[in-house]
T-cell receptor
Framework: NAGVTQTPKFQVLKTGQSMTLQCAQDMNHEYMSWYRQDPGMGLRLIHYSVGAGITDQGEVPNGYNVSRSTTEDFPLRLLSAAPSQTSVYFC????FGGGGADTQYFGPGTRLTVL | GDSVTQMEGPVTLSEEAFLTINCTYTATGYPSLFWYVQYPGEGLQLLLKATKADDKGSNKGFEATYRKETTSFHLEKGSVQVSDSAVYFCALSPSNTGGFKTIFGAGTRLFVKA
């Protein structure tokens, strides 16, 4: 099992550019989430999905779009990058029910810089 | 709404010292409580968890007890090692939500000196 994978590992964008952060998991988890990590603020939830075709907004959704066409993949799109979106982005997956329920499994992160 | 508050860092200790990182929470219902650890350049990984009041989670010498009466979940380790240097996050998952709405504290950075 590769677990949760994210690409790219690093990215530099100019203001106004768009891009997609990729996330995939091979654990057949129903739930997937995107977080951003900023110094002193912990992780904040951007968007989440409870299954293929179902997504919803988290705490800080503005400027980001998501879709979930398969159980495995959950890409995050930046529509028009802004310097305020400079952050480290983490994708996570989890499942409901059983002894390991509620635990989130994280990818290695994407460090994004917007100039 | 639900929230998690943990002590600010950084915390600097000498090897073999005792570690406590305080965490308190606000939540309705009966959330699950977690400690995650993040090593440099990596994603977060589960350190330990507790799913109901008075449960004790433990792993790698770390322990935390779910205290509903004080709404706390303090992390402790009797003797830290240099390899424990990392950022530690306290977190809660509202009951019966499958983890996708996990709320994290701000994180506490731990430095352990040899």
């Amino acid at each position: 099992n590769a677990g949760v994978t994210q690409t790219p590992k690093f990215q530099v964008l100019k203001t106004g550019q768009s891009m997609t952060l990729q996330c995939a998991q091979d654990m057949n988890h129903e739930y997937m989430s995107w977080y951003r990590q900023d110094p002193g603020m912990g992780l904040r939830l951007i968007h989440y999905s409870v299954g293929a075709g179902i997504t919803d907004q988290g705490e800080v959704p503005n400027g980001y779009n998501v879709s979930r066409s398969t159980t495995e993949d959950f890409p995050l799109r930046l529509l028009s990058a802004a310097p305020s979106q400079t952050s480290v982005y983490f994708c996570a997956s989890s499942y409901f029910g059983g002894g390991g329920a509620d635990t989130q499994y994280f990818g290695p992160g994407t460090r994004l810089t917007v100039l | 709404g639900d929230s998690v508050t943990q002590m600010e860092g950084p915390v600097t200790l000498s090897e073999e010292a005792f570690l406590t990182i305080n965490c308190t929470y606000t939540a309705t219902g009966y959330p699950s409580l977690f400690w995650y650890v993040q090593y440099p350049g990596e994603g977060l990984q589960l350190l330990l968890k507790a799913t109901k009041a008075d449960d004790k989670g433990s792993n790698k010498g770390f322990e935390a007890t779910y205290r509903k009466e004080t709404t706390s979940f303090h992390l402790e380790k009797g003797s830290v090692q240099v390899s424990d240097s990392a950022v530690y996050f306290c977190a809660l998952s509202p009951s019966n939500t499958g983890g996708f709405k996990t709320i994290f504290g701000a994180g506490t950075r731990l430095f352990v000196k040899a």
